[in-house]
């Protein structure tokens, strides 16, 4: 069983900066893809960056440029710098565990970008 923890969400406003992290325990992280996904109320969730276990990164469009997502394997952590936050990426943010076929969530954690 893997478990994920986010913290870092909050209130901020436009034009702000947040770094969300996720703890993970119980897995082998060091050879899982991490990610951040994102869910806005009424909305689906969709991915905003993903990390391989090699290290490769990739973002939805949308914050491409705004968005850095690392990971520390000695941590088992990832996370996500968040800049130049708009009204729009307003959602709660969940973590992802990938790995063979292992897929874990963490709980999410809220992100509100006030205008």
């Known amino acids: 069983q893997v478990q994920l923890v986010e913290s870092g969400g909050g209130l901020v406003q436009a034009g702000g900066s947040l770094r969300l992290s996720c703890v993970t325990s119980g897995g082998l992280f060091r050879s899982a893809t991490m990610g951040w996904y994102r869910q806005a109320t009424g909305k689906q969730r969709d991915l905003v960056a993903a990390?391989?276990?090699?290290?490769?990164?990739n973002y939805a469009d949308s914050v491409k440029g705004r968005f850095t997502i690392s990971r520390d394997n000695a941590r088992n952590t990832v996370s996500l710098q968040m800049n130049s936050l708009k009204p729009e990426d307003t959602a709660v943010y969940y973590c992802n565990y990938k790995r063979v076929t292992s897929d874990y969530w963490g709980k999410g954690t809220l992100v509100t970008v006030s205008s």
């Open positions: 990390i391989s276990s090699g290290g490769s990164a």
